[in-house]
Every structure is written in structure tokens, then in C-alpha cells.
């Protein structure tokens, strides 16, 4: 019996169980037999890295990318803590960020910007509230728009491509 068939055969093998200060080597051998490991050996290795059980209904392909990322941060280090608290700094302003407000403008949250090209040109609109701003006028519909930029009668969620596909 092989050392792999060895290993897989134990519940977690001694190859890829936790531990710090890992050489290149072990973090190597660990990647390359995560693969072979089996649903129930991987969920009992992600509770030994992270401490918690696994999210109910994680697919075995996910477990393996966490795992395969939390191997390479104790290998060769994590997030320097300048980027950790940078990225904490924006998780915490998009938390108190308000939803943006749907509109029942075509399903479009106010401020979304639609771009589309004619006659060589690129024409920005904007989502408002109280319509739809184009080269600093506001409209009622999208087809006002379009009808603006082309000289003829359009829809305007045609034109611009935010009608839904049926």
C-alpha cells in the first residue's frame, strides 16, 4: 500500500494535518493531496484550520479552495495589517451604506449609469429619482433619450438594452 493510500485511508492523514510555521514542502504535499481527499476528511480538516464547522450544503469544490488558500497564508503569511484594516475599513462603510433604492424605472437602482455607443459617440445616462439625466437634463423615459440621440422614434429600454430578455 502506497503512503498516499495510507494517508487517505486514516481520518485526516499526518501529511495534511494543521500546524504552524510549515516548510515549502509541507505546503506543497498538503495542496497536492487535497484533491484526494474525501468530503468528510475535508470538512474535518476545515474544523481543525478554521476552528468552526463548515457552512451546511458547502460544496466539496469550495472547501478545497479555502483550504488550499488558508494552507498558502500559514506557508507564506497572510495580509500585511495594513491591508487587513483597509479592507476591514470598507466591509464597515458598506455596511452602513444605505440599499440603494430600486426604481420601478425598468428594475434600475437609482444612480446606475447606462453607457451605449452611436454614431461613434458614447452616450452616458444616469438614473435619478425623478427620471433620467443626460448631458445635465433630466427625462421622463429612456425613449426620450434615445429619440434625442438618434432623431427617431426608439424605445428606449431597447435602445439602451435594459429590456428584460423574455
Known amino acids: 500500500m502506497s503512503t498516499i493510500t495510507k494517508e487517505l485511508n486514516s481520518t485526516v492523514p499526518e501529511a495534511i494535518r494543521w500546524r504552524r510555521n510549515m516548510t515549502e514542502d509541507e505546503c506543497a504535499r498538503q495542496l497536492e493531496l487535497l484533491p484526494e481527499l474525501g468530503k468528510a476528511q475535508l470538512v474535518q480538516f476545515w474544523e481543525q484550520i478554521i476552528g468552526k464547522p463548515t457552512p451546511a450544503g458547502i460544496r466539496r469544490e469550495l472547501l478545497i479552495r479555502v483550504l488550499e488558500f488558508k494552507i498558502r497564508e500559514q506557508a507564506y503569511g497572510g495580509l500585511r495589517p ?3 484594516a483597509k479592507l476591514r475599513e470598507i466591509a464597515q462603510s458598506l455596511e452602513k451604506k444605505p440599499p440603494a433604492i430600486r426604481s420601478d424605472k425598468d ?3 437609482s444612480g ?3 453607457l451605449r455607443e452611436w454614431g461613434g459617440k458614447t452616450h452616458e445616462v444616469t438614473l435619478v429619482e425623478s427620471g433620467y439625466v443626460y448631458r445635465g437634463h433630466t427625462y ?3 425613449s426620450a433619450i434615445a429619440r434625442k ?4 422614434q426608439w424605445s428606449g429600454p431597447l435602445f439602451f438594452g435594459t429590456k428584460a430578455k423574455t
Not at 440621440?149 to 427617431?152: D, K, L, N, V
Open 82 to 84: 495594513h491591508l487587513r
Open 107 to 109: 428594475g434600475l437602482a
Open 112 to 114: 446606475t449609469r447606462i
Open 140 to 142: 421622463g423615459s429612456l
Open 149 to 152: 440621440i438618434t432623431g427617431t
